[in-house]
């Protein structure tokens, strides 16, 4: 959890996914982090988060492992337009740190005053190596939740509750899921 003051230096931590890299040597994790909104200029928390809306970033850490310890190390925070409101992510390739992952959008936009009425949202779609985020389906995705996926059939799996349906998507050309 965050400090008052907004430290940025700490995890808000709403969903991660981990794996086993470098010939089991180390761990790597991609986090949501929903950190508090800051106004950069001046260093300080906004506090009316309904005027300015979510600060949510991913974040990938990579420990050595076995150990005993818990030791992350940061290696990448990654934000982006697309990553609006972040509900759950999953890695699809995990060659290292610089693979490639997914995650659901649980609102359409960062702020908006009526959002517990939107029924948009979207799925992303994001490179580690190059922080390079984009949207990889828009239509249809009605209060995505949950997110995984089959890596070795390429298969995401995107759970509906509110629709209590799943969908599942193969990603097509430029990113995108069809």
Known sequence: MAEPEGNIQELDMHGLD???????????????NHRPPLDASAGKLLLDVTKVGANSTLDVCVRPRP????????????????????????????????????????????????CDREISR?????????????????ENPFFPNNITSDVSSGLTHVAYPAWRTATVHRLVDDARLG
């Open 18 to 32: 981990a794996h086993v890299i470098d010939k089991g040597r180390r761990l790597s994790f991609w986090l949501i």
């Open 122 to 138: 979207s799925i992303s779609y994001c490179r580690t190596d190059t922080g390079k985020c984009y949207f990889a389906a828009t």
């Open 67 to 114: 150990t005993s310890r818990y030791q992350a190390g940061q290696v990448k925070t990654i934000a982006s337009e697309t990553i609006i409101s972040p509900k759950n992510l999953v890695v699809i390739d995990d060659n290292g740190d610089k693979g490639g992952f997914r995650f659901s959008n649980g609102r359409s936009t960062k702020f908006n005053p009526s």
